[in-house]
């Protein structure tokens, strides 16, 4: 797996140990991640096959086609809008990495359209890919305009979604997954998204994400589906103690409140 590179961007490798088969997923920063790959490749760790794409944003999709060119026999896996792709799934298609990974594609229209969450077992191994619709202990901002722009850094918008969108995405589509599935987002936002989290639910597992993201910078893979309805406050819609800091019941008005909540928190 890459680390975070440039706005705080995470790009993941995924490899199948039988085969050797791998994809890299959002790989928005080509001078960081094209040698990476070319010294997996080269040394015969990896067999590279796939680029894939959880949205079209250029921090994220905006790299395929420099990828492509080092690596030309690639096919690019995401959203229709997404740079040079050539397959889009559809929604709960599955596929393989190799022999032992499977894939499965889950839409979550909002911070996009085009936005795909992948869900992958291997064995007893769990692992969900969110792009920008899942951070950990958070979300993203979102506008009820529909206008294709750039992310925020720091914050990303939900460009072209509604609070319904991301309700249904976050406490249905992602919520249904197994409670041991680890998170891997698009962008290191933590620190950011707990201190709001506390500020409207100071319970202890809140309190424990504060402490760890105050200890370290880097929370990709360390929490799971399970984690994030304790502490992400954006999947406790229905919480009395959120309900009455948003002055909402309604879940998809309390989603809404929380992100004008969020959006005006310094």
């Known amino acids: 797996m890459l ?36 010294s997996q490749t080269d040394s015969g760790k990896i067999n590279l096959k796939n680029i894939i794409n959880t949205h079209h944003h250029w921090d994220h999709a905006g790299g395929n086609k420099r990828i492509l060119e080092d690596f030309k026999d690639l096919s690019v896996i995401g959203g229709k809008d997404c740079e040079a792709v050539n397959k889009t799934p559809q929604d709960k298609e599955t596929f393989t990495i190799g022999e032992s990974i499977t894939v499965q594609a889950l839409y979550t229209p909002c911070h996009t359209q085009d936005s795909i969450c992948y869900y992958c077992e291997d064995g007893q191994d769990r692992a969900v890919f969110t792009g920008d619709t899942l951070f950990i202990g958070g979300t993203v901002y979102f506008t ?3 206008r294709n722009t750039d992310v925020e850094i720091g914050c990303g918008r939900f460009f072209e979604g509604t609070p319904a969108e991301m309700h249904t995405a976050l406490n249905q589509t992602l919520a249904a997954l197994s409670e041991d599935t680890k998170v891997y987002p698009g962008h290191e936002y933590t620190k950011a998204n707990v201190k709001f989290a506390v500020s409207i639910l100071p319970s202890d597992p809140v309190k424990r994400l504060l402490s760890f993201a105050e200890k370290n910078s880097e929370t990709q893979g360390k929490f799971t589906i399970g984690d994030e309805k304790l502490h992400n406050v954006f999947m406790r819609v229905q919480d ?5 800091a948003t002055g909402k019941t309604d879940p998809v008005d309390v989603m809404g409140q929380l992100r004008e909540m969020k959006n005006n928190f310094k």
């Open 144 to 146: 009820l305009s529909r």
């Open 3 to 38: 680390g975070s590179g440039s706005s705080n961007n995470y790009a993941y490798l995924v490899v199948d140990e039988k085969t050797r088969d791998a994809v890299i997923i959002d790989p928005a920063n080509p001078k960081e991640v094209a040698p990476v790959l070319k």
């Open 240 to 244: 009395p103690e959120i309900q009455k």
